[in-house]
């Protein structure tokens, strides 16, 4: 919603190691971006780069048409994060509100990240399945998907872990698929079924029980922090705090 190269300058300003590039309108879709100005600020800053893409793409749409056309909107956004050097890019399952059963949903996810898995392959980046609120974020669904699509990485995010459960299932997740995992995202929420996306430590998620689940996984790679806080100073204590309970000993 704002302009990339702005954004890149503020997190470089902030502190941060990499950016979270996610490629949709209006100011950043695929084939309208600037990719030549998105390398310069991007060499300019020294910040990484992660490939996160719109989580609204009905890649499991049950129109042949729609599921195209989004696979070919993903292929559009794997062509760009190529250009930029990205080396890892995620997608998020698409639940598909139809009248189709689960399993059928599920297999019409399976079909499209084993298809979008090879694209991202042969552009030297691993794609990587978010967890989402729900089913895509039980163990028995996620195994499956897996089992099927050998070569697609995890992307914890370890807020969904926190949505539509009982309690967060952030540890059932790493002993499950810890071997997977390629990207953290960390935001706060309250539970129930409200994605909050709240400054780390506003919310009920244990931070400290799950960054110490992580560092037991032997984890020690990029974490996003998905703070949608109007105000930044919010996403720089968000990040204070992250690192104070990352680097507390035991």
Request: net charge negative.
């Amino acid at each position: 919603m704002r302009d990339v190269v702005d954004e890149i300058e503020l997190f470089h300003r902030f502190g941060f190691d990499f950016v979270d590039l996610t490629l949709e309108p209006p100011l950043a879709e695929a084939s309208a971006v600037d990719v030549a100005a998105l390398a310069r600020a991007l060499a300019a800053t020294g910040l990484g780069v992660v490939g996160h893409t719109a989580w609204y793409l009905p890649i499991a749409s049950p129109f042949v048409s729609l599921r195209q056309a989004a696979r070919d909107e993903m292929i559009r956004c794997f062509d760009v994060f190529a250009r930029l050097g990205v080396d890892r890019v995620n997608i998020h399952p698409d639940p598909s509100r139809s009248i189709f059963s689960r399993d059928a949903v599920v297999d019409l996810n399976v079909d499209a990240l084993g298809r979008l898995a090879i694209e991202a392959s042969e552009r030297g980046m691993r794609l990587m399945a978010e967890n989402l609120p729900g089913y895509f974020s039980r163990v028995d669904v996620l195994q499956h998907i897996f089992d099927a699509v050998p070569g697609l990485g995890w992307h914890l995010d370890v807020g969904h872990a926190n949505l539509n459960v009982p309690t967060n299932v952030t540890g059932a997740l790493l002993d499950a698929f810890g071997g997977r995992l390629c990207h953290v995202h960390f935001s706060d929420n309250k539970g129930g079924d409200a994605d909050l996306h709240l400054p780390i430590g506003t919310g009920n998620v244990d931070w400290a029980g799950a960054i110490g689940l992580l560092q037991r996984a032997g984890y020690d790679d990029t974490v996003t922090l998905e703070v949608f806080s109007p105000d930044k100073d919010y996403l720089a204590l968000s990040r204070q705090k992250v690192r104070n309970l990352w680097d507390k000993p035991g």
